[in-house]
């Protein structure tokens, strides 16, 4: 049965490359009716925080993609260390009494050119077994087959056929000096028991494939089948880290900034995969339908951001297409809590209210603050008189379009249609263009030209505050220029 995992480490908030890489697995499993894995690779001990963690789950969640099954690898250490005592058992293993892994180097005291130390590697198992009975620290070091094979092969499924001298492949550490597992260690013996029939991973690991599948070999398994996903890099070609590029790398800095889960999935699926149809804006169970490994590209992508704007246009444009496809009373559940944090005293019943004016409008869900801060808030932040003169106006024309309006709208049913009509009449009898008449009108009540529909804004804010605030614009124009009421 097709077995895939996501193998995290809690040392920093979720990556948006390593979401790339769970969501790959995630739609591999579903496409193939296969079994998806999350395990939380948690040894690293001196690395791991609590805080980390709580990122990775809070990322994951946000997704909105399950997981069949759970594990932690701290909690399966005993496991780790049985499969690295029966790889030393065959003989496969040896240990190293100068206490050191590869990874540990003290590059000044060590050959760093040295693949293996032949007086440790060529023992003799007496002697190794005394000394380690006398209590004498030891790594346990994979003993790489080097007279009996020159190289390490397999056959990737992104990247096609991989192959690396035993030569160049150091006697790499199972167990370091305290009996702790190494990653490499950890990693294999977990996969191996975990039965995982595919390992789809970032191309950053493809180095270490030839390791581990000399543990799998030697732990009397078949290896997994491998693919590689190619690099996320930034636009100045680097590669895309949390180090240098800070939060834009975050999965919950694109959740906190009002991206929806579906549209954030969309746009990663296209950080080095298409589905070969020009295709972009795709539902969850279209990407399903059209996801393979096939379909995976072997060059690096870039995600584009400046320091000024941290989100990549296409994905700014990919969650405005999946914004207008949700539902109006969903959207606005979803536009509530930033409301709320924008400040508006915002309930259900107005924000379903207001929805259908912005639907259209906002690109993330934080746009709400931008779009419908002028159902909220009371007065209107300051704006420029100037913005009230319709073009080929002046400050009398303004006057006297609201003055007029203002007695129309006293009047008037508070409906779309009752007040279309009210105010075009009003303009055919100034003798004006609708535009003219509409303009100063829409800048009194929002503030600003560029706003959601005119009536139907007149028809949410209601009589009251419609003449509250064209009474304000009014004031606003100069005094001889004014008309009054």
Known sequence: MLR??????????????????????????????????????????????????????????????SWDEFYRQSERGELHRKAAESIFAKGLAYRDFRTFTFEDLDLSKVDVHAKFNPEMREMPKVESDLRAAAGEPFVLRFRVPRE??????????VYGPQSKATADIEDFALLRSSGVPTYHMASCADDADLRISHIIRGQDHLT????????????????????HLPLLIAPDGS???????????????????????????????????????NREVLSRQELIDAFSLEGINHSNATVNFTEQDPFDPKAVWLNSQHIRAVPVEQLAEQLLPFAAEAGFAADRAKMLQVTPLIHERIQLLRDVKTWADIFFLDPLPPYDSAELIPQKGDAAMAATVLARARQVLGTAEFSHDALDAALRAAAAELKIKTGQMFQPIRVAVCGRKVAPPLFETLEVLGREITLKRIDQALQMLPAPLRTEN
């Open 239 to 277: 590669k895309l880290s949390k180090r240098k590029h800070g939060p834009v790398v975050s999965v919950t800095t694109y959740r906190d900034a009002g991206f929806l889960p579906q549209a954030f999935v969309n746009f990663v699926c296209l950080l080095g995969w298409s589905p070969k149809d």
């Open 4 to 65: 895939v995992r996501f193998a995290p480490s809690p040392t920093g908030y979720l990556h948006i490359g390593s979401a790339r890489t769970f969501i790959f697995n995630w739609l591999y499993a579903r496409r193939n009716g296969g079994t998806m894995i999350l395990r939380i690779d948690d040894t690293d001990v001196e690395r791991n925080t609590q805080e980390s963690l709580d990122s990775i789950y809070e990322g994951l969640q946000w997704l909105d993609l």
């Open 148 to 157: 009996s094979r020159t190289d390490v092969t397999f056959q990737d499924m």
């Open 208 to 227: 270490n494939t030839f390791k581990h599948v000399l543990i799998f070999e030697a732990l009397g398994v078949t290896p997994p089948n491998f693919a």
